[in-house]
């Protein structure tokens, strides 16, 4: 007998008495909730309240494994980790329930775990419940961090998808936290950890959360540890984007993207890139576009990535949800003053690629001296050898070769005489007069009969010698002091010693002339060393200019060309849309058809009972479920067409049962 409860029939679990929940929105009928691959139903302790119930999972046939008892055992441990509670499971097998099974053939390997209340986020989606902030931020760093506890376990959900995330304290008043996580993960036997065995059937991801990349697939299949990447990144995004009313009006359905525009430049990618930037922040737009430009989940951000920028968004101050100004934001530091007699500044913590970015604007604004601090900063923080390095000692180079620009005119020497007579020259007529004095000195005491002269005559004999006018030298004094000797000195040593001073100072002066020599020839040398680093940053400078010229014909071309792939490829989506919006119309138009089907067999059905035609009611009933079990996700929305279903169930499973007039 297949299992078909109605509220408040008792069942007995492993020796526990429990009685079947009723659902809240359909009085009269048990609260069963169907699945992708069982349907689950709330069980209620006898002696215990609505915080003991319990969820027990009947696996439709295809599903029902033995695995899943050695499975539960593994996955027992992980039911301490945050949003993993249903991972406390008992499985009902023929050694422990073996009655139960026999009364209920639907319970082979059905699983008792606990009961998490609350609404999933398809249901929020699918309702367009709008959500304030700070309940976005919440839902948001909630699944971030569950997700984060599990890739650091090495696990992964494999089938995350709105039906399969819970919202237990999401508006709901009687929730405690009590330390307990505000996100739930349900549908768990699809769960990666290396100490699990493969499941027998994979699923390749949920409407509106599967990549549209096929290599997201490849290889291991959508079964190891990072398969939630893509899915959660995607509903991180709507969690923090759900409350922002475009994002509402431009909702898809139970899912915000359209399953057939996944991983495609769409207006609601677009948009919703533009709404995570500005309510929180560029970073979480890069993950966002990071994960949707991925060609594979491994270059998607981990949830630990999503944890850190969401918990740096936290809406305690709204101001801290707007984008804030790039420039205002950006502290300063004092730099220099130029020639305008202005301070300007340069900002700080910034890395070398957006220093850079930032002087060549100060540069093609025409702050040159902004602009070179800023390479040079920049030039300060790059690693040397690469390639922004060398960039940027031409940048700088180039800048320095500008400020001070090579000139090929020698500098003007005031005119002077002594540009016509150099100083070597003067040194020797000075060297020559002191030589002549000297020898008529000597001759005047070497002249035999001639008395010793005084100082007087002395004097007189040692007048300055005037120099010849083609010399054109100054007129110049030179002082020589020759000492008088008394008569006892012999005249030849007197020779001797002055011939020996004279040999001396010329000696002195030679010596002074080499020095000069040299002081000339090292000023000269720097000079053309100095001229010749003029011109070499000259020439750099202006290979830079080429550089640069060639990049900027090389970007603008390649941003013609991406222009002109996005015009195409919006081009593309327009159709896709009008395609899209054509089938939802024949979708539409087709489930109205059946739902007037629907009522029409149960009518027949409930008709031909009354009159006592129990194969005919049969025959219909099963005509009504063929019709319902097609979209089965859909119909059951309808609580009328639901109700109908299952009292066509009961109907089917138990002759005596008969219809209520719906």
Same mark, same amino acid.
């Given at each position: 007998?297949?299992?078909?409860?109605?509220?408040?029939?008792?069942?007995?679990?492993?020796?526990? =008495?429990?009685?079947?929940?009723?659902?809240?929105?359909?009085?009269?009928?048990?609260?069963?909730?169907?699945?992708?691959?069982?349907?689950?139903?709330? %069980?209620?302790?006898?002696?215990?309240?609505?915080?003991?119930?319990?969820? %027990?999972?009947?696996?439709?046939?295809?599903?029902?494994?033995?695995?899943?008892?050695?499975?539960?055992?593994?996955?027992? /441990?992980?039911? $301490?980790?945050?949003? #993993?509670?249903?991972?406390?499971? &008992?499985?009902?097998?023929?050694?422990?329930?073996?009655?139960?099974?026999?009364?209920?053939?639907?319970?082979?390997?059905?699983?008792?775990?606990?009961?998490?209340?609350?609404?999933?986020?398809?249901?929020? &989606?699918?309702?367009?419940?709008? %959500?304030?902030?700070?309940?976005?931020?919440?839902?948001?760093?909630?699944?971030?961090?569950?997700?984060? *506890?599990?890739?650091?376990?090495?696990?992964?959900?494999?089938?995350?998808?709105?039906?399969?995330?819970?919202?237990?304290?999401?508006?709901?008043?009687?929730?405690?936290?009590?330390? !307990?996580?505000?996100?739930?993960?349900?549908?768990?036997?699809?769960?990666?950890?290396?100490?699990?065995?493969?499941?027998?059937?994979?699923?390749?991801? *949920?409407?509106?959360?599967?990549?549209?990349?096929?290599?997201?697939?490849?290889?291991?299949?959508?079964?190891?540890?990072?398969?939630?990447?893509?899915?959660?990144?995607?509903?991180?995004?709507?969690?923090?984007?759900?409350?922002?009313?475009?994002? #509402?009006?431009?909702?898809?359905?139970?899912?915000?993207?359209?399953?057939?525009?996944?991983?495609?430049?769409?207006?609601? @990618?677009?948009?919703?890139? !533009? *709404?995570?930037?500005?309510?929180?922040?560029?970073?979480?737009?890069?993950?966002? /576009?990071?994960?949707?430009?991925?060609?594979?989940?491994?270059?998607?951000?981990?949830?630990?990535?999503?944890?850190?920028?969401?918990?740096?968004?936290?809406?305690?101050?709204?101001?801290?949800?707007?984008?804030?100004?790039?420039?205002? !934001?950006?502290?300063?530091?004092?730099?220099?003053?130029?020639?305008?007699?202005?301070?300007?500044?340069?900002?700080?913590?910034?890395?070398?690629?957006?220093?850079?970015?930032? +002087?060549?604007?100060?540069?093609?604004?025409?702050?040159?001296?902004?602009?070179?601090?800023?390479?040079?900063?920049?030039?300060?923080?790059?690693?040397?050898?690469?390639?922004? @390095?060398?960039? #940027?000692?031409?940048?700088?180079?180039?800048?320095?070769?500008?400020?001070?620009?090579?000139?090929?005119?020698?500098?003007?020497?005031?005119?002077?005489?002594?540009?016509?007579?150099?100083?070597?020259? %003067?040194?020797?007529? +000075?060297?020559?007069?002191?030589?002549? #004095?000297?020898?008529? +000195?000597?001759?005047?005491?070497?002249?035999?009969?001639?008395?010793?002269?005084?100082?007087? $005559?002395?004097?007189?004999?040692?007048?300055?010698?005037?120099?010849?006018?083609?010399?054109?030298?100054?007129?110049?004094?030179?002082? /020589?002091?020759?000492?008088?000797?008394?008569?006892?000195?012999?005249?030849?040593?007197?020779?001797?010693?002055?011939?020996?001073?004279?040999?001396? =100072?010329?000696?002195?002066?030679?010596?002074?002339?080499?020095?000069?020599?040299?002081?000339?020839?090292?000023?000269?040398?720097?000079?053309?060393?100095?001229?010749?680093?003029?011109?070499?940053?000259?020439?750099? @400078?202006?290979?830079?200019?080429?550089?640069?010229?060639?990049?900027?014909?090389?970007?603008?071309?390649?941003?013609?060309? =991406?222009?002109?792939?996005?015009?195409?490829?919006?081009?593309?989506?327009?159709?896709?849309?009008?395609?899209?919006?054509?089938?939802?119309?024949?979708?539409?138009?087709?489930?109205?058809?059946?739902?007037?089907?629907?009522?029409?067999?149960?009518?027949?059905?409930?008709?031909?009972?009354?009159?006592?035609?129990?194969?005919?009611?049969?025959?219909?009933?099963?005509?009504?479920?063929?019709?319902? $079990?097609?979209?089965?996700? @859909?119909?059951?929305?309808?609580?009328?067409?639901?109700?109908?279903?299952?009292?066509?169930?009961?109907?089917?499973?138990?002759?005596?049962?008969?219809?209520?007039?719906?």
């Amino acid at each position: 007998m297949s299992f078909q409860p109605n509220p408040g029939d008792e069942i007995n679990i492993s020796r526990q =008495k429990y009685l079947v929940g009723q659902h809240p929105a359909a009085p009269g009928m048990a609260y069963a909730q169907a699945g992708r691959q069982g349907t689950v139903y709330k %069980l209620i302790p006898e002696h215990g309240d609505e915080d003991e119930a319990k969820a %027990l999972k009947i696996f439709y046939p295809k599903y029902r494994n033995p695995a899943l008892v050695y499975q539960s055992e593994i996955m027992e /441990v992980f039911s $301490s980790l945050p949003g #993993l509670k249903v991972c406390s499971r &008992l499985v009902i097998t023929p050694e422990t329930n073996g009655a139960l099974i026999a009364q209920y053939p639907d319970m082979l390997y059905a699983v008792l775990m606990p009961w998490v209340d609350g609404s999933t986020w398809m249901d929020v &989606l699918a309702h367009r419940d709008q %959500l304030t902030l700070v309940e976005s931020w919440e839902l948001a760093r909630g699944l971030a961090a569950v997700g984060s *506890s599990m890739e650091q376990k090495g696990l992964a959900h494999c089938d995350l998808s709105s039906p399969n995330v819970l919202l237990p304290g999401w508006r709901n008043p009687n929730y405690a936290a009590d330390g !307990s996580s505000s996100i739930e993960l349900v549908d768990v036997e699809q769960l990666y950890s290396p100490r699990l065995d493969p499941p027998d059937i994979n699923f390749t991801g *949920s409407p509106g959360y599967a990549s549209g990349q096929p290599v997201h697939r490849s290889s291991g299949g959508p079964w190891h540890a990072y398969a939630d990447r893509f899915a959660g990144a995607i509903i991180l995004a709507e969690m923090l984007s759900w409350s922002d009313p475009r994002i #509402l009006a431009e909702a898809w359905g139970e899912s915000y993207f359209d399953p057939d525009e996944m991983q495609t430049q769409s207006t609601r @990618y677009e948009l919703m890139a !533009s *709404s995570l930037e500005a309510n929180w922040g560029k970073g979480a737009a890069e993950l966002f /576009v990071r994960a949707w430009h991925s060609d594979d989940v491994r270059n998607c951000p981990t949830f630990g990535e999503w944890l850190v920028v969401i918990s740096m968004a936290a809406p305690e101050d709204p101001k801290k949800l707007s984008t804030p100004d790039p420039v205002q !934001s950006i502290p300063v530091i004092p730099s220099i003053a130029t020639e305008d007699h202005q301070v300007y500044e340069i900002p700080a913590f910034l890395t070398a690629h957006e220093l850079v970015e930032w +002087a060549r604007g100060q540069e093609e604004a025409g702050n040159k001296e902004l602009a070179l601090e800023g390479y040079r900063k920049a030039l300060a923080d790059s690693p040397p050898g690469g390639d922004l @390095y060398t960039e #940027l000692s031409v940048a700088v180079q180039g800048l320095i070769a500008v400020q001070a620009p090579l000139t090929t005119e020698e500098p003007k020497a005031p005119v002077s005489s002594l540009r016509r007579v150099p100083k070597r020259r %003067l040194w020797l007529y +000075a060297g020559a007069a002191l030589l002549v #004095l000297l020898t008529c +000195a000597i001759l005047v005491y070497a002249l035999p009969g001639n008395s010793k002269p005084g100082d007087a $005559s002395i004097a007189h004999s040692l007048e300055p010698v005037k120099q010849p006018a083609a010399a054109a030298t100054p007129k110049t004094t030179i002082p /020589v002091q020759i000492p008088v000797k008394s008569p006892a000195v012999n005249q030849d040593q007197q020779a001797e010693q002055a011939k020996a001073e004279a040999e001396a =100072k010329a000696a002195k002066l030679e010596e002074e002339r080499k020095k000069q020599e040299e002081a000339k020839k090292k000023a000269e040398l720097e000079k053309q060393k100095e001229a010749q680093e003029k011109y070499d940053r000259q020439l750099q @400078y202006e290979k830079y200019l080429i550089w640069k010229k060639e990049r900027d014909e090389r970007l603008a071309k390649e941003a013609a060309e =991406k222009k002109k792939a996005d015009a195409a490829r919006k081009a593309k989506l327009e159709q896709q849309k009008r395609e899209n919006e054509q089938k939802a119309r024949i979708l539409a138009a087709k489930r109205d058809e059946q739902i007037i089907k629907l009522n029409a067999s149960f009518n027949q059905a409930y008709n031909a009972l009354k009159t006592g035609s129990n194969d005919v009611a049969k025959a219909y009933a099963w005509q009504f479920l063929d019709i319902y $079990s097609q979209d089965s996700g @859909y119909f059951s929305k309808n609580a009328k067409l639901a109700k109908r279903a299952a009292s066509l169930k009961k109907f089917l499973a138990k002759n005596s049962v008969g219809l209520p007039d719906i």
